[in-house]
């Protein structure tokens, strides 16, 4: 499976985006695609994920603030990000069956 994620960039506090990731290759069915980040200094930590059926799972950080869906037609997820914070700055990668892509920059600063 190959992952591109895209729609990263620069933001100030409060403001949003949108994240998307589109899955290439051997997808299969039933699978769970997934967002995670990692902050300068830090280890990679989970954001949130989906399953194929539309349940969803958060991170405490995140809950309230982020949506993730996806379009199983397009094998496409999403991350809606609102009310960004500062400590949301990191590299944003996709996951899914054991394939990450190649992470995309959300800056959040004034």
């Known amino acids: 499976v190959q992952l591109q994620a895209s729609g990263g960039g620069s933001v100030q506090p409060g403001g949003s985006l949108r994240l998307s990731c589109a899955a290439f290759?051997?997808?299969?069915?039933?699978?769970?695609m997934a967002w995670h980040r990692q902050a300068p200094g830090k280890q990679r930590e989970f954001v949130a994920s989906?399953?194929?059926?539309?349940?969803?799972v958060y991170a405490d950080s995140v809950k309230g603030r982020f949506t993730i869906s996806r379009e199983n037609a397009k094998n496409t997820v999403y991350l809606e990000m609102n009310s960004l914070k500062p400590e949301d700055t990191a590299v944003y990668y996709c996951?899914?069956?054991?394939?990450w892509g190649q992470g995309t920059q959300v800056t959040v600063s004034s």
């Open positions: 290759g051997s997808i299969g069915s039933n699978n769970i």
């Open positions: 996951y899914m069956r054991s394939s």
């Open positions: 989906v399953t194929a059926s539309g349940s969803t």
